[in-house]
């Protein structure tokens, strides 16, 4: 059954997304739904993702937090960018910073983290050099942003992760 199903929930979430984006529900939809659901899942296994394997339970509940709350100021930054005259100049630019993270899923998470928070993108990461390329929408100073990222969001998931 494992070779059929091996992520009963994945397949069972993506049956139910194919359904609810359905105009019309008929059987077909619903077979139709339950192959792709199947396949996608069969497809995700042959990947062979690696089992993450998280400690330090404050530490997560500690980095959701600063997440939460700097997506909140981020938000609000780049609205005033936004609303405000445009005679203002954005400083728009690229930071690459080096990483001492190494694990795929904790790479996953801060490149989430970075792409989610306004304002700022997860372009490229290096694997040889062990850097990121950012996108900011409002670059004021570049070791600001390097500090906040690595102090902030690095060591909390150097944590969790290592």
Same mark, same amino acid.
């Given at each position: 059954?494992?070779?059929?199903?091996?992520?009963?929930?994945?397949?069972?979430?993506?049956?139910?997304?194919?359904?609810?984006?359905?105009?019309?529900?008929?059987?077909?939809?619903?077979?139709?739904?339950?192959?792709?659901?199947?396949? !996608?899942?069969?497809?995700? +296994?042959? /990947? #062979?993702?690696?089992?993450?394997? *998280?400690?330090? %339970?404050?530490?997560?509940?500690? $980095?959701?937090?600063?997440?939460?709350?700097?997506?909140?100021?981020?938000?609000?930054?780049?609205?005033?960018?936004?609303?405000?005259?445009?005679?203002?100049?954005?400083?728009?630019?690229?930071?690459?910073?080096?990483?001492?993270?190494?694990?795929?899923?904790?790479?996953?998470?801060?490149?989430?983290?970075?792409? !989610?928070?306004?304002?700022? +993108?997860? /372009? #490229?990461?290096?694997?040889?050099? *062990?850097?990121? %390329?950012?996108?900011?929408?409002? $670059?004021?100073?570049?070791?600001?942003?390097?500090?906040?990222?690595?102090?902030?969001?690095?060591?909390?998931?150097?944590?969790?992760?290592?």
């Amino acid at each position: 059954m494992r070779k059929l199903l091996p992520y009963p929930i994945l397949s069972l979430s993506l049956l139910v997304l194919w359904l609810l984006l359905q105009q019309s529900l008929g059987l077909g939809q619903i077979l139709l739904g339950a192959v792709i659901a199947v396949l !996608a899942a069969r497809a995700f +296994a042959a /990947l #062979e993702p690696q089992q993450p394997r *998280a400690r330090r %339970l404050g530490s997560i509940f500690r $980095l959701a937090a600063y997440v939460v709350v700097d997506v909140m100021r981020s938000n609000l930054a780049v609205a005033s960018i936004v609303l405000r005259d445009r005679h203002h100049q954005q400083t728009a630019g690229f930071v690459v910073m080096p990483l001492t993270l190494r694990d795929r899923s904790g790479l996953a998470i801060l490149a989430c983290i970075i792409t !989610a928070t306004p304002g700022s +993108a997860w /372009l #490229e990461y290096d694997a040889v050099h *062990a850097t990121v %390329l950012i996108h900011v929408l409002d $670059l004021v100073d570049e070791a600001t942003w390097i500090d906040t990222i690595k102090n902030r969001y690095e060591r909390l998931l150097l944590e969790i992760f290592q």
